[in-house]
């Protein structure tokens, strides 16, 4: 995809500057690129990589998954298109171009706590004992 491309080519510079950028695709858009010093591709969900310094991400949920895990996280928008904010209303995170992306890099922080009561509902028992249970015929 466009932005796609756009956040890859945004994140060679600092590749080439010594930094490991992985790139995770959508799995519904999968992007393939030309693997460059320090840009790899990579599968793995956020949980398994032993260590991310920052995840940057464009109108996916991934942005959501990074904060609710404490990770630094910058949202990413880009010129070829306009990128709908996907975080819920009360969570924001830095929005950075490809021109300021490698400034807001050095400066990032991990997102403040927040209520997660104000994101998710309560669970209600009988309808997760509803959707669980099984008929035997």
Known sequence: SEISAEMVEA?????AKGRKILVKPHPMTPYFFTESEGVEATTL????????????????????EAVLGGLPTLE??????????????????????????????????????????????????KIWKSICSFSSN
Not at 45 to 64: F, K, M, R
């Open 11 to 15: 994140v060679r510079s600092l590749g």
């Open 45 to 64: 969900p956020l949980e398994l990589h032993q260590s991310l310094a920052a995840v940057i991400y464009s109108a996916t949920t991934v942005g959501l």
């Open 76 to 125: 990413f928008l880009p010129s070829s298109k306009s990128s709908m904010d996907v975080l819920p209303d009360g969570i924001s995170v830095p929005s950075v171009t490809a021109d300021s992306l490698a400034k807001n890099l050095l400066t990032i922080k991990p997102p403040p706590p927040f209520n997660r009561e104000s994101i998710f509902s309560p669970i209600d028992i």
